[in-house]
């Protein structure tokens, strides 16, 4: 029974049309478009690598002649003695490997640059993929694909020029060497054999190892997203004293890449020892050959060193080779994941058509708008609703009634499924989503900061912001004096996701980066949650005073917040119930009047 197990010819071909597309994909980096600099690079690297070539082979033959010229093979009048044949041969060592290392300083810029732009490609890509994609990924598990992508793709273009191509180089460059110098065929024979032996041994076995990494990737990532996931959970793990349990979890996913990177070694060691078996059985049948003719006066001495030399010359190369396919193919697997999520293209796209949104008064209008994240169920249902520019519109309604939904869709987060919305009379659908995001501010429930300074959080609201601006906006979202109250004042670092602040300072830093950014168009979700009620009042007024001349758009909960605004909608089930601004709606007694009284009540309870 073969050890070997057999590779599915489908598999085999869809493997190796992934593995050619990846090819292809990473060649133009190798090859840059409009850089002269970097093209020149390749090309003296490549002309430095034929010279190495070159000079490695010359190098055998004249150890070769030294021996000869010892053993008294050689004619007197022969130009260089044993002494300078020596030195010459040492000379060749030394200039093969300093074209060598001039090669790869020559290509270090254009493997540097090529990573580089990959990796700026990859970035911008993620960034443009829609609200739906990062919702459903892990970060964990995206994290590790990307970082293995980019070690395959360092790797790839380091070995695909200067390891595969040139292995080739060097043994037809020896192959007419020998031929040249023994006149005789069999030893040529005896060296492709071996050769077509050994890469089908290796293309079979990393076939079936390839395979076998795939399922350790996996096991991988899925151990990555584990730890990930509870290391950002850490508190919630500490409220429930669930740590043995996530180490557990934990231990559990990494015993099963325990399990498939185990089988990974062994099948390496199995590859290794049978690549040995072959090499050693090629370089002893041509050794013996070799042997043969010195015995029988056909040969000198040093035409034996010189066999001797070339075979071990090419049996470092075809070891490897054997390491370089085997590695070209696992990174190929690593690297397929990372082309394919650059291939996915983002649900909300703009069109080839659109135009950028110009703003005039900030006039919103929902016209007969119906969404859903999901076809089985309906979050919005013929939504329409009109805010005149410069207007507050609250929005309330109880939770799962689709508030927050209906911010996401006019910062198209999404697109709608039914009806249209328009900005001044324009399709959002038909302006560029950049343009729709600058005139939009946006203070979510839960404000996340970035692993910086304070400065640096505010400041995130405009590149251009003066430090005045920074401080003003500050002053106005109430967090000024907490800032300058910390040792370090506005260099204060906040922690991973702002872990360092407490919710209701997370949130005003976040006010004031969304007043720095100035724009027309403001939405509020749930803006002031996370504050104490003096704080809220002083945050609700700062709020006020920014929306003023704005089109201000509010998610609220606690219906005190928002009963000085324009209008309030009340939202039930993806529908509107109820429109009105906070009198008239207390007036008809309706859903509205229910919820203000429940809150009241509420409220008055916890304070008596």
Known sequence: MSFVPSVKRGSRKSENEAAWRIIKRISPLMWPKGDFDLRARVLLSLLALVVAKLIAVLAPILQAWAVDDLAGNLTPDFLLGAIGLTVAYALARVATNAFQQLRDVLFAKVAQRALRSLALETFEHIHKMSMRYHTTRKTGGLSRIIERGVKGVEFLLRYLVFSTGPLVLEMLFISVA????????????????????????????????????????EQDTDANQKAIDS?????????????????????????GYEAAALKTSYSLAYLNFGQAVLITIGLVSVMLLAAIGVKAGELTVGDFVLVNAYMIQISMPLNFLGTVYREIRQALVDMRQMFDLLEELPEVEDKPSARKLNVTEGHVRFEQVSFSYEKERLILDDICLDIPGGHSVAIVGPSGSGKSTIVRLLFRF??????ALFIDGQDVRNITQDSLHQVIGVVPQDTVLFNDTIYYNIAYGSDEATNAQILEVAEKARIHDFIMSLPKGYNTLVGERGLKLSGGEKQRIGIARTLLKNPPILLLDEATSSLDSKTENEILEALEHAGRDRTVITIAHRLSTISRSDKIVVLENGVIVETGNHKDLLKRRGRYSELWAFQSSKKNSMTT
């Open 231 to 255: 290391l950002l959970n850490f508190e919630t793990v500490k409220y429930f004293g669930a740590e043995k349990r996530e180490a557990a979890r934990y231990d559990a996913a990494m015993a």
């Open 178 to 217: 020998i031929f040249w110098k023994l006149q005789d065929w069999q030893y040529l024979g005896i060296i492709f054999f071996t050769i077509i032996v050994y890469v089908w041994f290796t293309f079979v076995v990393t076939e079936w190892r390839v395979k076998l990494r795939r399922k350790m990737n």
């Open 414 to 419: 999404y697109d709608v499924t039914g009806g």
